[in-house]
Structures are given as C-alpha cells and as structure tokens.
C-alpha cells in the first residue's frame, strides 16, 4: 500500500508493509521515503491517524536524514562545507575560501587521513593537558564508528575517537575528548560527570544536540 503524506509543503512517499506486528514503526529511506511497518489489521484512516499524530517526529527525522544526506554529498573539514576542485598540474593540496584544490581524489583521500591524525592528536593533547584531575592519559584510537562519537575502555585504557569528527568543528571534537576523559574519573553519565564535562567544556548541551542532529 501506497500513501502521500504532506509535510511543510512538501510531499512524501509513504510505503506501508503489514506484517503480524502488534506495534506500529516509522523509518525514513534514504530517498526521504516515509516507511511504516504496521499490522495486518490497520486500515487506511489509522495509518493517516498515525502519521498526524507524529508530525513532529516526522519533521525531526526528516531534518536528520537530509542532513545526512547532505553530508554524503558534500566535502567536509572541521565544519565546513568545500566543494573539490582537481588540478592534475598541482603537487599539493590547497584551500581557498570555500573550495579545496587537489590533484586527484587518491591525493585528497590520503590528505584528509593525514589531517584526521594531526588533528585528532594535536586537540587530544591539548585537552589532557588542560585536565586539572589526576588521570593517567590513555591511549588515543581513531576509527570509523558507526553509531558513537567515542568510546573509552577502562579495561584497555584507551579512548577511541570517531574519524568522521574530521567533517565537524573543533568544539565538537573537543567536546568529545573531554566526555571520554571524564569516564575515567566517572564511568556513569551521572550528575557529577556531568558536572566534570561542564567544567571543561560548558556549551556541552547545545553540542549534544548538534552532534545529533
């Protein structure tokens, strides 16, 4: 079954699969396709009842997805967007204004993994050593992670930082090393670590909220 359903002024898609569920869920496509997994038994006018009552996650999901979207299709570096440009006479890469000249993408690939380390270790230092509390500083790992921004493992004692933190703005970066080195001190997300991540880094919340966006 088939449905269009309008949002913002814009309509979209929306695919309904029924199967022997009891519960109802909403998914966004990467073609921004609103995909509801439903019961046998729900009609028509419940599914339209469903997606009225949840506009507003709607949007939310929505907003997420073609941020991710527009993520995929753009060039990223510490929170801004450049577009590519390749230059086959050029020996190196070069910046200017909102454009990023290379000479092949090979090139630019192995330029961007380059600048993930240097940065990565230079706003990891950086951080550690602003760190008033007593700590043993553990071992950095960078990764490409799928569904968090860093983990630290106690066992290991190591703190990994997800690569993809490259495409954001220092202050996120940051925002994480100072979250992952406060577990060591709190291994919860309790007041008091929360309190600890305030102390180096008091604009957590609103970074929260854009990491997640």
């Known amino acids: 079954m088939k449905l269009k359903f309008e949002i913002d002024n814009q309509v979209y898609d929306v695919i309904i699969e029924k199967k022997?569920?009891?519960?109802?869920?909403?998914?966004?496509?990467?073609?921004?396709?609103?995909?509801?997994?439903?019961?046998?038994?729900?009609t028509k006018k419940d599914i339209e009842r469903m997606l009225n009552q949840n506009v507003d996650a709607l949007r939310k999901m929505l907003k997420k997805k073609k941020t991710q979207l527009e993520k995929q299709e753009s060039f990223f570096y510490l929170g801004k967007s450049y577009d590519i440009i390749e230059v086959s006479i050029m020996d190196k890469i070069e910046i200017e204004d909102n454009k990023i000249y290379t000479p092949s993408l090979k090139e630019l690939e192995k330029w961007y993994q380059q600048q993930i380390k240097r940065v990565f270790e230079e706003h990891y230092k950086i951080q550690c050593d602003l760190f008033d509390e007593d700590i043993t500083?553990?071992?950095?790992?960078?990764?490409?992670?799928?569904t968090?921004?860093?983990?630290?493992?106690?066992?290991?004692?190591?703190?990994?930082?997800?690569?993809?933190?490259?495409?954001?703005?220092?202050?996120?970066?940051?925002?994480?090393?100072?979250?992952?080195?406060?577990?060591?001190?709190?291994?919860?997300?309790?007041?008091?670590?929360?309190?600890?991540?305030?102390?180096?880094?008091?604009?957590?919340?609103?970074?929260?909220?854009?990491?997640?966006?």
């Open 148 to 213: 968090r921004w860093g983990v630290y493992n106690r066992k290991a004692h190591s703190i990994t930082l997800n690569s993809h933190l490259i495409e954001y703005s220092s202050e996120k970066l940051d925002y994480v090393i100072v979250h992952e080195l406060s577990h060591i001190i709190h291994f919860d997300h309790s007041k008091d670590f929360w309190n600890l991540v305030s102390k180096y880094c008091p604009r957590y919340k609103q970074i929260r909220k854009e990491l997640k966006e």
């Open 20 to 42: 022997k569920n009891k519960n109802s869920y909403i998914r966004i496509k990467e073609d921004l396709t609103i995909y509801i997994t439903t019961s046998l038994w729900s």
């Open 137 to 146: 500083i553990p071992k950095l790992k960078i990764r490409s992670m799928k």
